[in-house]
């Protein structure tokens, strides 16, 4: 926990370190499928997840992808490249709706389509059931798949917990202002974690989850930890 009033940092052994200023970075966990049964879908986000799922990428297994973001096209094309039939399902009317132009978007799903992928947008999954071994993607509208695996690739959730019982301020995300610092002073936070006003889109607030990001904020933070007042401004 953070004692903000005597700025100390309390660790799980109970030890005690002091701070100047703080930095924040305690990034983001994969979203699960919140549904019945989406306990039944593997998530990515660690190297175990990944080695876990390679095991399952055989030739002419079948495959669900449960998103049609960068992770779920990802996993789609490595799949399919193994041998592996697969179906992604997307709830927007289009793959990537919230990462690129639909121009680019159409470009990658006919990239995908001529790989043998089988894509399906405006698709809602209502219940994901185990049968016999295998598993079915029930959706709202009545249609169902089938599959030996279930990936949900829908997206990361902040990891905000240690800001929010040290009373920082959240928006989705760590609230942090243009020089990422939050609303402590002495407090700053980079990554997937915060959320910050981007000059290049009017100062609407964001937060980005890539790892270049991640990495450019970092940067930023340091010289503002060390007395600089840098605003962050990265093309995203």
């Not at 175990?48 to 399952?56: F, G, P, V």
């Not at 179906?87 to 919230?98: G, K």
């Not at 089938?146 to 690739?153: F, K, L, M, Q, R």
């Not at 964001?206 to 600089?228: D, F, V, Y």
């Amino acid at each position: 926990r953070i004692d903000r009033g005597s700025h100390e940092l309390a660790l799980s052994n109970e030890v005690k370190v002091r701070y100047d200023r703080l930095l924040l970075a305690t990034g983001a966990i994969a979203r699960p499928l919140n549904i019945p049964g989406g306990q039944h879908a593997l998530l990515l986000r660690s190297l175990d997840d990944a080695k876990r799922l390679r095991k399952r990428f055989a030739p002419e297994s079948r495959l669900i992808l449960v998103g049609a973001g960068f992770i779920g096209l990802e996993l789609a094309a490595a799949a399919v490249g193994l041998g592996c039939r697969v179906t992604v399902l997307e709830q927007t009317p289009r793959i990537m709706c919230r990462g690129v132009p639909g121009t680019v978007a159409q470009n990658v799903e006919e990239l995908h389509r001529q790989a043998g992928v089988e894509l399906h947008c405006g698709i809602t999954i209502a219940e994901i059931r185990k049968e016999n071994g295998e598993f079915k993607a029930l959706a709202r509208g009545g249609q169902e798949w089938t599959a030996d695996t279930v990936v949900a690739g829908i997206g990361a959730a902040p990891q905000t917990r240690l800001a929010e019982t040290s009373g920082l301020e959240l928006e989705n995300g760590i609230r942090v202002n243009g020089e990422l610092r939050t609303s402590d002073p002495d407090i700053y936070a980079a990554g997937d974690c915060c959320s910050f006003p981007h000059p290049l889109f009017e100062h609407r607030r964001i937060r980005l989850e890539m790892w270049r990001s991640a990495r450019e904020q970092a940067e930023c933070a340091a010289k503002n930890l060390t007395g600089s007042h840098q605003m962050f401004q990265a093309v995203p």
